[in-house]
C-alpha cells in the first residue's frame, strides 16, 4: 500500500494542473461479506439515469463523516487480464449496512460505471477500520478518539 500512495503522492506532485497538496491518506480495511449477482440488464439498461458527478465521492465523504463501521462498500469487477488471468476492482460506493437488494439493485441499473460483461457476481465488503495513512512515515494512525461512542441503556 504504500509504494501505491507514495507513487500516487508522487503523480500529484508533478502534475503542472493539479493545485492538490496531498499530506496523507486514509486506509479502509474492508472484508467480503457477501456476493451480489449481476446480470446483462444491470448494464444495458436503456433508461439509465445517470448518478451526478461527484455521487461517488459525495458518498465516501458521509462515509467517513459518519461511523465507517456502520457502512458497505460494494466492489465490483472492473476488468479481467486474460494473460495474467487475474481480476482487477474498483471500491465502488458505500453504502448504509441496513441497505436492501432492491436498493443495491436499483444503483447498479443507474450506473454508468464499467464492469467486465463476463462478471457474474460484485462483493459487498464490511469495514473492518478506517485509519489515517501518514505518506511521509508510512504508518497507520489511529483515529482521534475526542468522540467515542455512546451507549444507550435502555
Known amino acids: 500500500m504504500m509504494l501505491r500512495t507514495k507513487i500516487l503522492h508522487f503523480k500529484i506532485q508533478l502534475s503542472k494542473e493539479n493545485k492538490l497538496t496531498v499530506y496523507g491518506v486514509i486506509a479502509v480495511k474492508i472484508n467480503l461479506s457477501r456476493k451480489f449477482p449481476l446480470r446483462k440488464e444491470h448494464w444495458n439498461n436503456p433508461q439509465n439515469e445517470l448518478f451526478k458527478k461527484d455521487y461517488r465521492l459525495i458518498k465516501y465523504r458521509d462515509m467517513m463523516a459518519d461511523m465507517p463501521q456502520l ?19 474498483i471500491n465502488w460506493i458505500p453504502l448504509l449496512i441496513t441497505t436492501d437488494n432492491k436498493k443495491i439493485d436499483d444503483l447498479i441499473k443507474i450506473s454508468d460505471q464499467p464492469v467486465d460483461n463476463s462478471a457474474k457476481h460484485m ?22 478518539d475526542s468522540h467515542p461512542l455512546k451507549v444507550s441503556d435502555c
Open 123 to 144: 462483493g459487498i465488503y464490511s469495514i473492518e477500520y478506517a485509519k489515517g495513512f501518514n505518506l511521509k512515515t508510512g504508518k497507520i494512525i489511529e483515529p482521534n
Open 71 to 89: 457502512y458497505s462498500v460494494l466492489v465490483l469487477p472492473n476488468a479481467y487480464d486474460v494473460k495474467n488471468k487475474k481480476w482487477s476492482f
